[in-house]
Structure formats: C-alpha cells, structure tokens
C-alpha cells in the first residue's frame, strides 16, 4: 500500500532542516513528478505552523530540476511570522544543488466574509457515469492516480489546449490536506496535450497555487475535477491555468504554470 502522506513528509534532523528519501516509481521522466516535490514542500512550510490555525493559502514554487530517487536535503526558513499571517520558504537539495524552491503563505481567516467565484463552475459528468482511464503507463507515475476523462484525451489533436478529467490518488490519499491538493493540481497532463497527436517531453518550471480551505467534509478518497487550460503558449513555454473542483461544485484550488516543451 502507497501512503502518500508518509513519503512526502520529510523527517526533522534539526531546527529547519530535515531529509528525505525519494522513493522510485513516482517519475516524470528522470525525476519524480512535480507534484511529489511540491507536495514535500509543503509540508516542509506547514511544519512551522499550526494548520487547523493557519492553513496555506498561497504557494509559489520552481521547479529547478529533476528529483532523483535517493537522499535528498529539505531547509525551511520563516521570512516573516505576523499577528495574523506567516511567510515561509523552503527548498529541496539534493547533491548540493537546489532542485525546488517555494514560498507559502500561511494565515488564518479573516473578519471580511464577502465572497465572490466569477470562474463559471463546471458542467460536472458524475464520476460515476464516466468509465475510468486505461492504466497509464506514460509518465511511469500516472499508475498512482485513477483518471476519469470527460473532456478530450491527450494526444487526440483536439481543436482546443483544454483538459477535463477527474483524478484522485490510488489508493487513496489518508487524508485530503494542502500538500495532497498540491500534488493533485499537477498530476494531470498539459493541457497543451489535447491539441498534439504524439507525447512529447514537457517539465513544469514555475507553480503558483491557491488554496480554498477549509477543506471540511471532503473525503479523503473524494474524485477531484481538474479543469485546465492554456491561455498562451510561445518560444517552447506555455501558461496554464488549472482549476480543482468537488463534485458539489466546490472550487478547492485555483493554479497557474509555466510549461516547458523540452523537444
């Protein structure tokens, strides 16, 4: 049995400083996916704080280079710890040099209670009613998650860069938290892959997240809809937004990223 939760916790050696082991199996490429790295970010940046009190709101994050299967060092560094917000940051090394770096910030709910979602909501096929997604062999970490695709395949040279799909952790995650919706806003496809008609290396350089909580009465083993798009793409980068939705038709987690086209 996978826990998530276990392998993206890394273990305390010092005040601010502790490590890792990456485990195999969770590749994109050489290295692990991006959403292992962010999600062991944060929870490098949660440890500082108390959640139940002051939940990430804001992360952003590079992505330096590949994550090897091995030994890896993470820091973290609070920049500022305010009456009512805390500003973090961490990094992951690994052989003395940076492979991610992010900033979060954590804080605790305000007095102001307007409320405003002027991104439409989705038109949501049940999960149930959408068959899931042959085992992906293609990237080697996608047999973690379960896909239920209710826009267009990739690589099925879709008039539009769009996805649809919904995704959840396989087995499923022990508990939904700021680091597992991390990982999940990352763990589908480009985009950009609806529109090509043959896979293509692809690496994400840059990753904003924002973060909705609470997260209460979600389960743990809840079907997300990733919703994502590309809003422009040029000299091999593309940007993207990306959108995580419950079947209620609650938004949970609103991302953005710079894509690279490797080749």
């Keep these: 049995m996978v826990d998530f939760v276990a392998l993206t916790t890394p273990r ?11 485990p195999d ?81 954590l804080a605790r709910a305000r007095a102001d209670t ?26 080697t970490f996608a047999k973690f998650f ?29 508990k939904l938290d700021a680091a597992y919706l991390t990982a999940l806003a990352d763990a589908t496809w480009p985009a950009s892959f609806s529109v090509w008609t043959e896979p293509r290396p692809v690496g994400t350089v840059s990753f904003t997240l924002q973060l909705f909580p609470p997260f209460d009465g979600v389960a743990a083993d809840a079907p997300l809809l990733h919703r994502g798009q590309v809003l422009v793409a040029a000299d091999g980068y593309s940007v993207e937004q990306r959108q995580l939705w419950t079947e209620d038709g609650r938004l949970l987690a609103l991302n953005h990223q710079t894509i690279a086209t490797i080749r």
């Design 114 to 139: 307007t409320t405003h979602l002027e991104i439409p909501p989705p038109r949501l096929t049940p999960w149930n009613d959408v068959a899931p997604m042959p085992s992906q062999e293609w990237p």
């Design 146 to 174: 379960e896909y239920r695709v209710t826009g267009p395949f990739p690589f099925s040279g879709h008039s539009s860069p769009v996805t649809e799909t919904w995704v959840r952790l396989r087995p499923p995650c022990p």
């Design 25 to 105: 199996g969770w590749q994109q490429g050489r290295g692990a996916f991006g959403g292992f790295s962010l999600a062991v970010l944060v929870r490098a940046l949660e440890s500082t704080e108390d959640v139940a009190e002051r939940p990430l709101r804001s992360l952003t994050a590079e992505l330096c280079g590949p994550l090897l299967p091995g030994p890896a060092e993470v820091s973290v560094e609070v920049l500022r710890r305010g009456s009512g917000q805390t500003t973090v940051a961490a990094r992951v090394v690994q052989e003395g040099a940076v492979i991610s770096h992010a900033v979060g910030i």
């Design 12 to 22: 305390p050696v010092a005040p601010g400083r502790f490590s890792l082991d990456v």
